[in-house]
């Protein structure tokens, strides 16, 4: 079995075959493969279910900014404490930022 890696979001250790790729920058609005993180499929849900590819271009186009967001600091401190084998569903908020 491969050697874990993080989340580069939450740090939470998982497979390589169970992260995602995440555009920082979306391809919608000009990402390209070099704008690619690989994040947990938790943290790509509440990504998505929270920000608008708008919002991702112009506010969060890094992960490190990403993970200052305001709008994802209780989430990412919840996560951070649960097992990776959890897998909860996201819910969308009713507008999306």
Same mark, same amino acid.
């Given at each position: 079995m491969p050697d874990p890696i993080p989340c580069a979001l939450c740090g939470r250790? #998982? @497979?390589p075959s169970l992260l995602t790729k995440h555009h920082c920058l979306p391809r919608q &609005? =000009? =990402?390209t493969c070099e704008d690619v993180e690989l994040i947990c499929s938790q943290c790509h849900g509440m990504?998505? @279910?929270t920000y608008t590819n708008a919002t !991702? @271009?112009?506010l969060y186009p890094t992960i490190?900014? !990403?993970r200052q967001a305001p709008e994802l600091s209780? #989430? !990412?401190r919840w996560v +951070? &404490?649960?097992p990776p084998t959890r897998r &909860? +569903?996201?819910r969308a908020r009713r507008r999306k930022i």
């Open positions: 250790s #998982f @497979a &609005k =000009g =990402g990504v998505h @279910a !991702l @271009a112009t490190d900014q !990403l209780s #989430f !990412l +951070r &404490k649960q &909860k +569903r996201n």
